[in-house]
Nanobody, 123 residues
Framework: VQLQASGGGLVQAGGSLRVSCAAS????????MAWFRQAPGKEREFVAA????????YYADSLKGRFTISRDNAKNTVYLQMNSLKPEDTAVYYC?????????????????WGQGTQVTVSS
């Protein structure tokens, strides 16, 4: 499995950005695709996830309402739309993939990771 994240960049506070994760290497039925982020000096944190089969979505409570995860099964691509960005959203954003299993996607030890894409929000 290969995951290629892209779309990061520099944006002003209050702006929007969409990052993408192109997945390849297998069929992803039964999988969950997730976004995590890691800011300098901080631990990696769960952002959002989406079930490949039925599109069920999961969000970090603190980001619900500003971030939206979606997928395009035909393109094997997962997106993270980020609105009303704040300087504290500055981080490297990573996509991850693994089999969907309980209790929650944020607790899965993901087997597959992309290389990350830098998102910088200026004040």
């Amino acid at each position: 499995v290969q995951l290629q994240a892209s779309g990061g960049g520099l944006v002003q506070a209050g702006g929007s950005l969409r990052v993408s994760c192109a997945a390849s290497g297998r069929t992803f039925s039964g999988y969950v695709m997730a976004w995590f982020r890691q800011a300098p000096g901080k631990e990696r944190e769960f952002v959002a996830a989406i079930a490949w089969d039925d599109g069920s979505t999961y969000y970090a409570d603190s980001l619900k309402g500003r971030f939206t995860i979606s997928r395009d099964n035909a393109k094997n691509t997962v997106y993270l739309q980020m609105n009303s960005l704040k300087p504290e959203d500055t981080a490297v954003y990573y996509c991850a993939a693994d089999h969907l299993r309980p209790p929650h996607p944020k607790l899965i030890e993901y087997k597959y990771w992309g290389q990350g894409t830098q998102v910088t929000v200026s004040s």
